[in-house]
């Protein structure tokens, strides 16, 4: 048949042609889809019920002419449990003296991903399919970086097949690869095949050499018809086919080429994602060419952009053939999360804080851990905890009895089977004590659809008649094992519109007057495969196996026949940084026209166009939010602090989103010692030496501001003073920042972060002699951790006060004097000249002194000053020439700004204040 022919049609014809009753005929294609479509037309031409044709897939059709031999096939549920016994069961030994000590890093890699075993599985069936030996493999791949690998690779193999031995069971691809090497009749059962009188093969695309050989031996019981697709000249696959089915006769025909349709339309993108906007457009297009939705099809080269266009499908117009992954699911995270969180406990109970975070804000637990989650979570983010145990994890009731019942599943060992069956109890359970939430998800048909294929799979698995694991395995492989199982289950997108969005091999024997393909990028088209990997092309057209040149020759068959038999194609591509450039295809195309312009021309149409289709584009629009009436009230209820007025001047929106909206920022667990876990032990540090030492007076200072004065606390005598001693200060500092550290999980996992806080540990000393020449000078430490605040133009503001020394002068003194200071570990980065403009943006300690003058009477704020924790732990006065007035002033400008309806909250044009920021997706 020539590429623009409908194959499923022309099947058709040959069906209603034949005096045949249809239980005597059988049909073979290439896809269920390709099967769903052949059973629609037959349905459609008739307004009666109608007997169907047997119709089978050619892995189904397959498995029916062969004999096992007595022995079981091997479900596909389980053949990654046997495979990966298999990798268990290899000589490590002896690999690691086959790799040699210079490639031992090579093996571990090789171990983890042999591990997965889908794609070895892939490269199995594919060499036992075209009849390879590994002794074949063996002589091409001497003296090459492949000899190993082979090596490797056949004694995986042979340990797999006598596990599957041992248990009464055969993989599929043995039998084979066993049918190709030895007499075909061992292993063929002609009594299937005797119950037809003609077997139609649709195939488009390639025959292996074991289907070739099924299909001649078959031709012996019962006359076979096989329908090939090809436009030209024939290729070597094509000749091969006639060559083996039909000595007889001569060479294939040469097809007429068809052209490509007139309309075509190619167009780039910045980013990926703009592509779903494209192809809500280009459906809106088809159908104002007169073309059906049901006759359009948009086809995913990649998988990347199915979420992405998923979400964008508002009205549900399309219908995902390939439908969802089980890895997307709220059941998949969920056990994910729960192995994860198991796999990070240490020797001593503990587990690792970002998983056991992870778990916690699961959906299905998050409910269970009531008010206290957040308070948790804030402050393990604060002290950078690296570990947490059980115990601190059932902060309720109901999170105690979930540890419990995960306890109880993991601390007994048991069979695959029996663990699939208590992992689908403990879900359900969780799910009933989460009934209010699991109502309002399953108003989603994604919750509905996902929910009954989880619980059908491990229903299954609870129900298989082999054990592949020992009774009594490990809870915990079991869970890695079911979750990298569910990780490749998919369910059907059932609740689909009348638009199919498929992968190209999907559309194998199918054709649409309509075709949309996004990414049509290099690295997707023609696509890679993972059977490549194995082998080098040499040695692959050495062997007689399919060679990268070949797939790429099937793609192109698959994508001109697509293209050829449709009247509009729609075809884009993203230009986008780590993107290769647009596909070869693309460039095909455009020669064969005749130039590289495509034709865009819009073909007009008197068809209504579907207004639940509307022109779509997802370009990023520079958002500014407005000052509404709500938003302004909100301003009014705010109070401003140090850090919102700087967050304000480097970035408007930021100030929006996080104190406008109230986004949080994110908080991460970092493994390395982070420079605010150093303030946080100091500051605790100090105050609590500071408190022991000058404790009178702090606490006096605590009472309310009406009755300081009267006690006396800005006059105190110099007889009062305690006696400072430098060296039992530093003794007792260091001891209290040891104390404090001891909570920080980072000093007990890194030897880099215990180094560091040595390092500041040592410095205290300079520290302490600063401290020294400030308390002989007459300055005392007067307020700690000081909260203060303060009303201006009637705007609340409020901030804390690391630290305010009062100077202990005479006791006629006609005022008390007074510091504020502020412990900076970081770089000070302060102007010697103040000056009061856009830029500015230290307002801590200028705005720490007007509310300290509100919240404390009678304190004479003399200096600011910042305590350099960074390198010279010395004082540094600042903002000398900047005063009370000046900048009241200026902040009484902020406060008119923010109040102001016109003043927008744009974004900054600086990238710098950009780097570290935590809103950036957002602000894209």
């Not at 990997?533 to 697509?562: C, H, Q, W």
């Not at 501001?705 to 007889?719: C, I, V």
Request: include cysteine.
């Amino acid at each position: 048949l020539p590429l623009k022919e409908l194959p499923v049609r022309y099947l058709l014809r040959c069906l209603k042609e034949e005096p045949l009753f249809p239980f005597e005929s059988a049909v073979v294609m290439p896809t269920t889809r390709s099967i769903r479509h052949l059973i629609h037309l037959i349905s459609k031409d008739s307004s009666v019920p109608v007997a169907l044709p047997y119709c089978f897939e050619m892995k189904e059709f397959a498995l029916r002419c062969l004999d096992s031999g007595g022995s079981g096939v091997v479900p596909d549920e389980l053949r990654l449990l046997y495979l990966q016994k298999a990798v268990r069961g290899l000589d490590t030994e002896n690999l690691l003296r086959l790799f040699g000590r210079e490639h031992a890093r090579y093996y571990e890699d090789f171990m983890r991903f042999a591990s997965v075993g889908r794609r070895l599985l892939r490269f199995y069936e594919e060499v036992f399919a075209e009849g390879v030996g590994f002794e074949d493999l063996r002589m091409n791949a001497l003296y090459t970086d492949y000899e190993k690998d082979v090596m490797i690779l056949e004694e995986i193999a042979s340990i797999y097949r006598d596990i599957l031995k041992q248990n009464g069971l055969i993989d599929l691809m043995f039998l084979k690869g066993d049918s190709l090497s030895s007499e075909m009749s061992r292993f063929y059962s002609p009594t299937f095949l005797k119950r037809f009188r003609k077997i139609y093969i649709l195939t488009v695309g390639r025959l292996s050499s074991f289907e070739l050989r099924l299909l001649e031996k078959a031709s012996e019981v019962v006359d076979i018809k096989v329908f090939l697709h090809y436009e030209g000249v024939a290729d070597s696959e094509i000749k091969r086919v006639y060559r083996i089915l039909d000595r007889e006769s001569s060479l294939p025909p040469e097809m007429p080429a068809a052209p490509y349709p007139a309309f075509i339309e190619v167009e780039e993108f910045s980013l990926p994602e703009e592509q779903a906007g494209f192809i809500m457009d280009s459906i809106r297009k088809s159908i104002g060419m007169g073309i059906s939705p049901e006759e359009t099809v948009v086809v995913l080269p990649d998988d990347g952009l199915k979420r992405t266009l998923y979400a964008f499908d508002r009205e549900g117009i399309l219908n995902f053939a390939m439908g969802f992954e089980m890895r997307d699911t709220v059941f998949y995270s969920f056990l994910k999360s729960l192995e994860t969180m198991l796999t990070s406990c240490d020797e001593e109970g503990t587990y690792n804080t970002r998983a056991a975070l992870n778990f916690l804000s699961h959906p299905f637990i998050k409910g269970f851990a009531g008010e206290g989650y957040e308070l948790f979570v804030r402050d393990v983010k604060r002290r950078n905890r690296l570990f947490v145990g059980p115990a601190e994890l059932c902060m309720t009731g109901e999170l105690k009895e979930v540890f419990q019942e995960i306890e109880g599943i993991f601390s007994r060992k048991t069979g695959f089977k029996e663990f699939s069956s208590r992992i689908r109890g403990f879900t359900g359970w969780i799910m009933e004590r989460n009934s209010s939430l699991i109502e309002r998800l399953r108003e989603s048909p994604e919750f509905v659809g996902g929910e009954k294929v989880f619980f059908e799979r491990l229903i299954m698995l609870g129900l298989l008649p082999y054990e592949v694991f020992w009774p009594k395995g490990s809870p915990h492989g079991h869970l890695v094992y079911l979750n990298e199982y569910l990780k490749g289950i998919t369910y059907s997108h059932t609740w689909g519109g009348p638009v199919t969005v498929m992968g190209m091999l999907e559309t194998r024997a199918l054709g649409f007057k309509a075709v949309i393909i996004p990414d049509m990028n290099e690295e997707f088209m023609p696509p890679a495969s993972e059977k490549d990997m194995f082998l080098n092309t040499e040695i692959r057209k050495r062997v007689g196996l399919p060679t990268f040149l070949d797939r790429e020759a099937l793609s192109r068959t698959y994508f001109n026949g697509l293209l050829k038999k449709a009247k509009a194609v729609f075809i884009s591509y993203a230009n986008s940084v780590g993107r290769r450039p647009r596909s070869r295809f693309i460039e095909e195309i455009a020669i064969q026209r005749g130039g590289g312009q495509f034709e865009t021309a819009r073909v007009h149409s008197d068809r209504k166009v579907d207004t639940s289709l509307p022109p779509v584009s997802i370009r990023a629009k520079s958002f500014v939010p407005e000052k509404d009436s709500h938003v302004l009230k909100l301003i009014e209820m705010m109070e401003l602090t140090p850090t919102s007025l700087r967050t304000y001047r480097e970035c408007r929106f930021r100030f929006y989103l996080k104190y406008i909206r109230n986004l949080r920022e994110k908080e991460e667990i970092s493994e390395e010692l982070q420079r605010v876990d150093v303030g946080n032990i100091f500051h605790s540090a100090i105050k609590n030496v500071y408190s022991k030492l000058f404790g009178a007076s702090l606490k006096d200072r605590s009472q309310k501001s009406e009755n300081r004065k009267q006690a006396g606390l800005f006059q105190p005598q110099p007889d009062d003073l305690p006696v400072i001693s430098c060296e039992k200060l530093t003794t007792e500092l260091k001891s209290e920042v040891l104390r404090e550290a001891a909570s920080y999980d980072i000093f007990r996992k890194s030897p880099h972060a215990r180094l560091e806080l040595e390092v500041f540990i040592e410095k205290l000393k300079d520290f302490v002699d600063s401290e020294r020449g400030v308390f002989e000078a007459g300055w005392t430490p007067a307020y700690l951790e000081f909260p203060v605040s303060m009303k201006l133009k009637g705007m609340r503001f409020r901030g804390k006060i690391d630290r305010v020394d009062i100077f202990q002068g005479p006791s006629d003194s006609a005022r008390t004097r007074g510091v504020i200071i502020d412990y900076k570990l970081s770089e000070i980065n302060v102007r010697d000249r103040t000056v009061l403009d856009e830029n500015f943006k230290e307002f801590q300690l200028p705005l720490y002194r007007l509310m300290l003058r509100e919240t404390v009477k009678g304190v004479d704020v003399e200096a600011l000053a910042y305590y350099d924790l960074k390198r010279s732990f010395r004082l540094r006065r600042v903002f000398e020439d900047l005063t009370d007035g000046d900048f009241a002033g200026y902040i009484e400008g902020l406060v008119m700004e923010l109040r102001d309806r016109d003043q927008g909250f744009e974004k900054t044009a600086q990238e710098k204040n950009c780097r570290y920021c935590s809103y950036t997706d957002i602000c894209r």
